[in-house]
């Protein structure tokens, strides 16, 4: 899926997240030093204020998907272009900045714990029975990133069962897409200018709304 110009890393086979919540950040919380606890305290508060100061600083981008395993086995990676498909088939995203001096683009599955957080950003290596998080080496730098849901994300099926659309129906619908292993990419393209703020939820004040793309 990727262009000459990018790299590709699969989601760890063992990534699993129990939760409706995932962060990313960078190890070095954005070049900030914030303590991870601190960090792992706002987002287990979710308080507007201080979630809209994080997301304007680039430290972190939290993201509530409202169900489980949102990202688990079918999320990959990107860093450049996203090759033809990729870039035709998906459907909504969610989009911030991300500041990463330090090389290292951290997923974190929930963002609450304190430890979990500091373990994460900690250069550890996750537990092998226990992998709730994942480092990722990028170039180091200011980041645009854009989480793209496919058609069979959680997204999608959540939003196409508000509309009353079974499985079948749903295919049906996205049939003139093209067909993509993934149901979610995390692309990281260099930051140019100013991004909006993402959209917060009203049930927790994280990211989660995705936009839609327009046929």
Same mark, same amino acid.
């Given at each position: ?8 890393? $699969? ?24 303590? $991870? ?44 272009? @996203?090759?033809?498909?990729? &870039? ?9 900045? @991300? ?72 295919? &049906?619908?996205?049939?003139? @897409? $093209?067909?993509?292993? &993934? ?15 993402? &959209? @917060? ?15």
């Amino acid at each position: 899926m990727m262009t000459s110009q990018s790299k590709t890393t $699969p989601i760890d086979p063992d990534f699993f997240n129990d939760g409706h919540f995932v962060v990313l950040l960078s190890q070095s919380r954005g070049g900030s030093g914030m303590d $991870p606890h601190k960090l792992a305290d706002i987002l287990g508060d979710g308080n507007v204020d201080p979630m809209k100061d994080l997301l304007r600083r680039g430290i972190c981008l939290p993201i509530y998907f409202g169900t489980d395993c949102a990202m688990d086995s079918a999320t990959s990676f990107v860093v450049g272009e @996203l090759d033809e498909a990729h &870039e035709k088939a998906w459907i909504a995203q969610l989009s911030s900045k @991300l500041a990463i001096p330090c090389g290292k683009l951290v997923l974190l599955s929930g963002g609450g714990v304190g430890e979990d957080m500091a373990r994460a950003v900690s250069g550890k290596p996750p537990e092998k029975d226990f992998c709730i998080y994942q480092t990722i080496d990028v170039p180091p730098g200011d980041y645009r990133v854009d989480v793209l849901a496919y058609v069979n994300s959680v997204t999608i099926g959540l939003h196409e069962d508000n509309e009353d659309l079974e499985p079948e129906a749903i295919a &049906e619908k996205y049939k003139h @897409l $093209p067909t993509v292993r &993934e149901s979610y990419v995390v692309q990281l393209t260099p930051l140019k200018g100013d991004l909006p703020l993402p &959209e @917060l939820t009203e049930e927790t004040n994280w990211p989660g709304a995705f936009e839609f793309r327009r046929p």
